[in-house]
């Protein structure tokens, strides 16, 4: 899925989200994608044609607004992405590793001069069904352990997560 698809689905859900969770539809298929809406604080996953199986509330880096630029500058990530990897044994309950930095955000850190960090995952709490307060992570997105259990079971390295504004 290229760019342009995902910000289309995102211009989408953009009007769904204000809708509680049992009022959207759920269509039947597997998850082929995540979407993650940084301003909405909200992750959904979707099916191959776009449709909204689940949505879920989410957490950010301790500074949530733009792109990450740098280590330790505490944002999230924007743009797309793919899951990379499992960790079962995360400090997080689970996570799922995203493939920051990508070539693209490693040519704009060297030519700033800087790191441009890493291990930038998608977890859980560690809180079980209880949520975090506010934006607390290192630039992760997190969910809660019961909502990262259902995530766990439908999400898979190779598959594209964009992340945007």
């Known amino acids: 899925m290229d760019r342009r698809s995902f910000l289309t689905t995102g211009a989408v859900l953009a009007t769904a989200s204000a809708l509680p969770l049992p009022a959207l539809a759920r269509e039947q298929g597997r998850v082929a994608r995540v979407l993650v809406a940084k301003g909405e604080r909200t992750l ?15 957490a950010l880096g301790s500074q949530p607004l733009g792109h990450k630029r740098r280590e330790g500058d505490g944002r999230t990530p924007e743009g797309p992405y793919t899951i990379s990897h499992r ?79």
């Open 87 to 165: 960790i079962p044994d995360s400090a997080f309950h689970l996570s799922l590793g995203i493939d920051y930095p990508n070539r693209r955000d490693r040519t704009l850190a060297a030519r700033r001069g800087v790191s441009p960090g890493g291990n930038i995952c998608l977890h859980g709490t560690g809180l079980g069904d209880r949520p975090a307060k506010g934006d607390w992570t290192a630039g992760c997105i997190a969910v809660r352990d019961p909502h990262m259990d259902e995530i766990w079971r439908h999400v898979r390295p190779g598959m594209p997560i964009f992340i945007q504004a």
């Open 44 to 58: 959904w996953l979707l099916n191959s044609r776009g449709g909204i199986l689940r949505r879920f509330p989410i």
